[in-house]
């Protein structure tokens, strides 16, 4: 993307505000920034695998840690790296062999990623 690092950081953090992410543990540095955004089920659904093949279970929140790594390229262009994972919260549907409430790492879908790519396309300018 062509910009400065800091100046990507700062207009992802402020999408968020405007969409208003619930978030915490939030890190800013130079070249990164990192937070938790908490999901209600919905939102997990829409955003990570819920379909868990060892049992069958009802997610009933979750959180996606989300670290976004900027690197200065030259000509005044910035790689933007963003890295989601999913934790799902729950309890087993299965009446006879159904454990407790449990917390499972999901895969992403690839849909949170896209909308933050999405997001600093419509300000900034992709190289290629």
């Excluded at 695998?49 to 279970?57: A, D, G, I």
């Amino acid at each position: 993307m062509k910009g400065e690092g800091i100046e990507i950081q700062e207009f992802l953090q402020k999408t968020a505000r405007e969409q208003a992410w619930r978030i915490g543990e939030n890190r800013v540095s130079d070249d990164a920034w990192s937070c938790v955004r908490y999901l209600d089920s919905d939102e997990l659904e829409k955003y990570a695998e819920t379909k868990v093949p060892l049992e069958p279970m009802q997610f009933t929140s979750g959180k996606a840690a989300i670290s976004v790594l900027t690197t200065e390229i030259g000509q005044d262009y910035v790689r933007v790296q963003i890295t989601v994972h999913f934790q799902g919260e729950g309890k087993s549907t299965d009446k006879v062999l159904g454990q407790p409430e449990s917390i499972w790492n999901l895969k992403s879908k690839g849909v949170l990623e896209q909308e933050m790519l999405t997001a600093l396309q419509t300000r900034y300018k992709p190289l290629g």
